[in-house]
């Protein structure tokens, strides 16, 4: 494992409160800086600690190290697969639909799922989709009214594409801007941009349950409704609509306001309480999982989820050399490594001759559907979650 080499800068200040400074949390060392899997010798593979802190006045937990975002999204490992992710697009789309102009701009949008979905619908005429990682041309689906543009959304790449009412539109991303003020003041600035529609991950239900994909290198801020109505305040918008899509996600309508009245934000100590609580609950479980695996048969084991899950499992001590692979859905990730471990991915369809496999599975969200797919491949399969 190795520090060496890895650019990263500094959060100075809270991201609340832009001034105070940041006093220590609590660290999980040397983890993965890439959330995904790779083709590369696995000595090549970069690992940092992950420094958690807060902000002295807003309590917020904020990461104090960023990694370098060339780093962390240097290839595309968000694909959204899964039944979950269907109904969250499919849903989030409506919700889009009936609150948007014919003009979008949206901030992250991937391969242009949600944005062929939406597109679908006579209201939207022009969808502009501005996406940083590296998304290959064969993986992005292509329409007349999209268009794609691989650069990082900012004041001046948005501009030429700006005119009379025009929305701004984002799915899963505001919890990952290093600088989100910043990037939120600099496109909601424009007076032809007075809607915001946007869905942001339930990380309260996702620590409250504690799902382990809660926080890490790429959701580098404990972002709640309480943060969100903060934020959005600072930039003088507000709520209009809310709803919630299961335990997984929040869709939120917002507005430029005409009165502003601040927003007073509660202590936000509780979530500091509940992080600390579920380190310490995996720590343990790891330990108990080393011992149920002691002494299988390592042929008959599996880990699922070529993603955080197991890479956050991996680092709170789970012996990774007790599992055959690690399965997974994506099709981009198979026969690849998972970053940071020894590893292999494969199709979970390969259990399915397996005489009575054994899986461990502990993925958040997605928990359901992932024990029902993987009893109908083989109906003797053992899942184990913690």
């Known amino acids: 494992m190795t520090k060496k080499k890895i650019s990263y800068s500094f959060r100075k200040n809270c991201i609340l409160s832009q001034k105070d400074k940041l006093k220590k949390f609590l660290s999980l060392k040397n983890f993965p800086v890439f959330i995904g899997c790779t083709d590369q010798n696995r000595n090549k593979d970069l690992f940092f600690d992950m420094d958690w802190s807060i902000g002295k006045s807003s309590g917020l937990i904020q990461l104090k190290n960023l990694i370098n975002q060339k780093i962390i999204y240097s290839d595309y490992h968000s694909e959204a697969v899964g039944g979950v992710w269907a109904k969250h697009h499919k849903e989030f789309s409506k919700f889009i639909i009936k609150y948007c102009d014919q003009k979008v701009i ?14 679908m619908n006579k209201k939207i005429k022009n969808w502009y989709n501005f996406e940083l990682a590296k998304v290959k041309k064969d993986q992005i689906k292509n329409n007349k009214k999209v268009k794609y543009i691989n650069k990082s959304i900012n004041q001046r790449s948005i501009k ?25 003041k600099n496109i909601l600035k424009y007076k032809e941009i007075d809607k915001m529609i946007f869905s942001i991950p339930n990380l309260k239900m996702y620590l409250q349950n504690k799902y382990s994909n809660v926080i890490n290198f790429e959701h580098t801020y404990l972002i709640t409704e309480e943060v969100l109505k903060k934020m959005l305040d600072m930039v003088n918008f507000k709520i209009k609509k809310k709803k919630y899509f299961r335990e997984h996600s929040i869709f939120i309508f917002a507005e ?13 100590k509780k979530y500091q309480i509940m ?30 989820g070529a993603h955080v899950f197991s890479q956050f499992l991996i680092n709170m001590g789970l012996k990774e050399n007790k599992f055959k692979c690690v399965l997974d859905n994506s099709h981009n990730k198979e026969n690849k490594r998972l970053y940071g471990s020894i590893l292999k991915v494969q199709n979970p369809e ?27 491949i083989n109906r003797k399969v053992k899942i184990i979650k913690f």
């Open 256 to 268: 430029k306001s005409k009165n502003r009245k601040e927003y007073k934000m509660p202590n936000l």
């Open 106 to 119: 949206e901030m992250g949008g991937g391969a242009n799922n949600l944005a062929n979905l939406c597109t």
């Open 160 to 184: 030429k594409y700006i005119s009379y009412k025009t929305s701004f539109v984002h799915s899963h991303v505001l919890e990952h801007l290093y600088s989100p003020m910043e990037t939120l």
């Open 275 to 304: 992080y600390k609580n579920m380190i310490s609950f995996y720590k343990q479980k790891t330990l108990m999982m080393n011992k149920i695996f002691l002494d299988e048969n390592k042929n008959n084991n599996f880990l699922f």
């Open 350 to 376: 390969i259990i399915r001759n397996v005489p009575n496999p054994t899986v461990l599975a502990n993925v958040g969200q997605y928990q359901a559907e992932i024990e029902k797919q993987l009893k109908m």
